[in-house]
């Protein structure tokens, strides 16, 4: 089945490491998306590639970082500069061909401690 | 500054009733629109969507309105389900030539329980 995998669903690091998300799609979609949840707010766009090789800061980009050197695979790094990153993450990708919703993955919630 | 707003945290229908869930948004440029289900813990799944040279559009139990002038969609689920309780998002897009459909401003989310 075609879909978008996050892995792991639940990670917990220490404050002060850096953390790697994992998102894949097998969707053929060329564009792909992080966003952050926090708790009694929307979904907030962090980063997002439309192709691979290239990618544009969103809303919230400070303190995360990412790659697309490959189509299937979108990584978010949280890194230490990011003040509040205890949150639900979730991945999501479109398809270029004509008017379509995005297709979000089942997230990951990272808990720093 | 929030440009998707649902100003109703939570909502409480009994079973077999209409749910009506809003939402406002500011940005004149958004020109597509959607609604999202989700479940605590899980990713948001689709639900419907309309384009903005549309007032309408309906999918089974789900319509969803749009009022361009007011800056006002409004999502109707009827008759609802005890099933659909979870929390439902609107989201709006900017179309800059296709390529930004999945670039979404979310709001903040209304809780919809329904009750048997």
């Known amino acids: 089945d075609g879909g978008i995998t996050q892995s792991p669903k639940y990670l917990f690091r220490k404050e002060g490491q850096n953390v790697t998300l994992s998102c894949e799609q097998n969707?053929?979609?060329?564009?792909m998306y992080w966003y952050r949840q926090d708790p009694g707010q929307g979904l907030r766009l962090i980063y997002y590639s439309q192709i691979v090789n290239d990618f544009q800061k969103g809303d919230i980009a400070e303190g995360y970082s990412v790659s697309r050197e490959k189509k299937e695979s979108f990584p978010l790094t949280v890194t230490s500069a990011q003040k509040n990153p205890t949150a639900f993450y979730l991945c999501?990708?479109?398809?270029?061909?004509?008017?379509?919703?995005?297709?979000f993955g089942q997230g990951t919630r990272l808990t720093v401690v | 500054d929030q440009q998707v707003k649902q100003n109703s945290p939570s909502l409480s229908v009994q079973e077999g009733r209409i749910s009506i869930l809003n939402c406002d948004y500011t940005n004149s440029m958004f020109d597509y629109f959607l609604w999202y289900k989700k479940y605590p813990a899980e990713g948001p799944t689709f639900l419907i969507s309309i384009s903005s040279i549309k007032d309408k559009n309906e999918d089974g139990r789900f319509t969803v309105f749009l009022n361009k002038s007011a800056k006002h969609l409004s999502l109707h689920i009827v008759p609802s389900q005890p099933g659909d309780s979870a929390v439902y998002f609107c989201a709006a897009s900017r179309n800059a030539g296709g390529t930004s459909y999945g670039k979404l401003t979310f709001g903040q989310g209304t809780i919809l329980t329904v009750h048997p």
């Open positions: 999501a990708s479109t398809s270029p061909f004509g008017v379509t919703e995005a297709f």
């Open positions: 969707l053929n979609h060329d564009a």
